[in-house]
């Protein structure tokens, strides 16, 4: 069994819940479940979801890559999102409502693109002088 007291006083997930997420998710196509999660951090109701988001994409992106893995349904995809040991105690209650409610405008090749800056101050400032770097 997990110990679900799996946060730290910094923050920090515990290998316990990031362990039982990989097994939840290496039936599935990485490709997919990043593709998946990406598209959900991209809403807008879910940017008091981030931590969970960031746990369920740091985990897909550290699974091997195999070929013929089915894709997650979208059945699955909430049952995972919203179950432990991602939804509800383990990770979820340590969420914050996001207090961010503007988005910014932030310059690149192509053009001008809307940003929401979510839970980190000065996010957007921080893209642009990290784009403008050697």
């Known amino acids: 069994m997990i110990d679900f007291e799996a946060i730290d006083e910094a923050g920090r997930l515990s290998a316990g819940i990031l362990l039982e997420l990989v097994e939840r998710l290496s039936p599935y196509d990485p490709a997919d479940l990043l593709a998946d999660v990406a598209a959900l951090q991209l809403l807008p109701e879910n940017a008091d979801r981030s931590i969970r988001l960031e746990a369920f994409a740091h985990v897909a992106a550290s699974l091997d890559d195999e070929p013929n893995k089915p894709s997650i349904s979208l059945h699955r995809l909430k049952q995972i ?27 690149f090749h192509g053009g001008m693109f809307i940003v929401f800056p979510g839970h980190v101050d000065d996010s957007t400032f921080i893209l642009c002088h990290l784009c403008l770097s050697p």
């Open 81 to 107: 999102a919203n179950a432990e040991p991602l939804g509800q105690e383990a990770v979820a209650s340590h969420e914050d409502p996001c207090d961010n409610a503007f988005t910014e405008a932030f310059t």
